[in-house]
């Protein structure tokens, strides 16, 4: 099946929120997401508004979705960051990077080539802000993701830290 990758609209937080509620109902949510579904699906339709909209458009967050035949299958969003900011995890950002978070595909469409093709949309929309690397923390648990980021170039970059999940590790991949 063929699909198309592209940046999310702010009119289509209905959607957002949907595959959202999916992906932290999935099997290996507590070892992929910070959040659980209870808190997610607390979140008022505002709040769905509010991040769509903020994930649509600028150069500080985007999300990626891919799409087969008008359904969602699978999604990633990248924050950057600058020299001196503090990230998601309250760690000091000591240079210009893109980070990866929200990875999901649907189970019917993984190991097709979606994520790769996610990833490949998240480090382009990085590089063209000069951004020289893309990063994102897995759990050192999380076998299955560890492998897909390894095929979408990622390395280990010998960091680990313990976050709200447990014990996570970085990977990086260079876009030079």
């Known amino acids: ?21 999916d992906a932290v109902r999935d099997p290996a949510a507590a070892i992929a997401f910070l959040h659980s579904y209870t808190a997610e699906a607390a979140h008022p339709d505002e709040f769905w508004q509010e991040r769509t909209a903020g994930n649509a458009a600028g ?37 210009a990077r893109g980070d990866v978070v929200g990875v999901y595909v649907r189970p019917g469409h993984r190991g097709a080539g979606t994520v790769d093709a ?24 999380n076998a299955r993701a560890q492998g897909a980021y390894r095929r979408a170039g990622f390395v280990d970059t010998g960091l680990r830290f313990t976050g709200v999940i447990g014990p996570e590790l970085e990977m990086r991949r260079a876009l030079d």
Do not use: C, Y
Request: cysteine-free; proline content about 2%; aromatic content about 8%.
């Open 59 to 95: 150069d500080s967050v985007a999300q990626f979705v891919a799409e087969a035949e008008g359904e969602w299958i699978g999604t990633v969003t990248v924050l950057r960051w600058r020299p001196g900011a503090t990230d998601h995890h309250a760690r000091a950002v000591l240079e």
């Open 118 to 141: 996610l990833l490949d949309a998240a480090a382009e929309w990085v590089r063209a802000f000069g951004d020289p690397a893309l990063t994102l923390d897995v759990h050192v648990d």
């Open 1 to 21: 099946m063929s699909f198309t990758v592209r940046r999310v609209r702010a009119d289509e937080w209905e959607k957002v929120r949907d595959l959202r509620l």
